[in-house]
């Protein structure tokens, strides 16, 4: 396991409330200072390589992940990266602790902002490390097809995660803090995201729109 340690976050006020949808600089402006000021950012990841592939798994350093649209992204492909990122307790601490809604929404979404940024800048660090044109990512529990208990073997990837990290998953396989992030990033010559799979309808961080073209490529309509 190896320590991301070049976290920078510099977030620009317009730019925050235009991702959080939400224009009033005299509102957002305290909430990313606060955020700012209680998140601890950590990111980890390693390099593995897949082992072997059946039509609907992937075998990677020993474990055996069931999807198969992972183990479609992973055709031909030398080298993936698992990762986690969190930003710590105490955001979530402070989000809960906050009596107005409508501040408890906003601080979530700059979580999430932040958690973005971070996976950016590890996926940039990942690429110039290893000389990568594009990274995509697939985190467990994104896709039916990809469930949440698979988190485990990504976990077990890792190595000490609770330890190194603070995160640990919960008895649903959540990660606690909530306020974090895990999958694998691979290399792929066109970028792929599991929302352009998943059929979902007003879902705020919808990254792509659903494709039915890819649905049908990938074979994971009846999963839906
Ligand atoms: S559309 Fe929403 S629910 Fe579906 S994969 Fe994307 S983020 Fe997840």
Known sequence: MEIFDKIHIDLQLDRV?????????????????????????????????????????????????????LRKNLDGVGRVFPFVITLGPALEEEESGLEDLLDRYLLDKIGDLILRRISRQLQEH??????????????????????????????????????????????????????????????????????????????ESRKAPYDAAKVEEYGTAESR
């Open 17 to 69: 409330q235009k991702q959080v949808r939400f224009n009033n600089p005299d509102k957002v402006q305290p909430l990313v200072d606060r955020a700012l000021q209680v998140m601890d950012p950590k990111a980890v990841y390693s390099s593995e390589y897949p082992e072997s592939m059946q039509e609907a798994s992937v075998r990677i350093s020993g474990q055996e992940f069931q999807s198969g649209v």
């Open 126 to 203: 990942l690429q110039t490390r290893f000389g990568i044109t594009k990274l995509s990512s697939m985190s467990p529990g994104s896709l039916p097809d990809w469930p949440i208990y698979e988190q485990e073997k990504l976990f077990a990837l890792l190595g000490d995660v609770p330890g190194r990290l603070g995160v640990r998953l919960n008895e649903s396989l959540l990660m606690i803090p909530r306020k974090s992030i895990s999958g694998f990033y691979f290399p792929t010559e066109i970028s792929f995201f599991s929302c352009q799979l998943c059929p979902r309808k007003n879902c």
